[in-house]
């Protein structure tokens, strides 16, 4: 397997454990963008100590950290932390596993936005794969019974979807910006910087929009610092793979995470799958072989 590839799915994984928790804290006292910052609160500072450590007992030099890795990095953080309060707060309009999937316009945009900012290129190949996973998405995508797909909670996660493309290739820039040659210090580096600069800017926010938040955050320490503790290994194994690989395969990839979400809203939240659901994972499992074997 592509170390990539491995990247990418692990990053999958933990953001789906994450965004389950992040649904349970957004049902109690938490707002959207409090349930949010609890992702950032705890992951930047671990994150800083284990690239220091990982640099240290590897050797690494550390890299110039310049103008353009910075631009790239905080115009991401800003785009994902606009993204993930769109995320939460579809979760409260529809079930978790539909949620992420509105959530999923991403892969496809990215590989547009990919283009218009770096330049990265789809062949004919990656793009019929992608468009395959396309096809399971819309098969997970069944509206409410009697709705309309023009309908709020397609705009929430539709608008997730461009801020999270918009995410991951300005990440991808600031990862490409550090050229450390090592994957692993680059998504630690690259996540310690973002998530510090996340932290201070959403606490402003909260301090200033929701007063009484960030106390409740730091309450509910317990979940929150699972949340990082998710969050940390899942945004590191995304850096990680963006500094390898096209974003747009990244993500395509990550769609692992549809899956994931089924099965956990499944045995966690009680929520049942249906035919079209089945169907629907099949499809993307095909699109997901096909881009982890072929590309």
Known sequence: MELWVAFSISAALAQTLRF???????????????ATWARFLWSWPLALGLALAYGSATGATWPNLSGTFFAYGLAGGVFQILA??????LFRQRAFAVGITFKKTEVMLTALVGFVILGDVIP????AAIALGFVGVLLLSEPPSGGSVFNRAAGIGLLSGILFALSAVTYRGAALALDTGDPVLTGGITLAVVAAWQTAILALWLKWREPGQITATIKAWRPTLLVSLFSLVGSWSWFAAFSLMNAAYVFAVGQVELIFSLLIGWLWFGEKLTARE??????????????????
């Open 278 to 295: 089945a169907l629907g994972m099949g499809v993307l499992a095909a699109s997901i072989i096909a881009i982890a074997v072929l590309l």
């Open 84 to 89: 993930t309060i769109c995320t939460v707060s």
């Open 20 to 34: 389950a928790l992040q649904k349970v804290l957004a049902g109690g006292s938490l707002s959207p963008a409090a």
């Open 124 to 127: 004919a190949l990656g793009a």
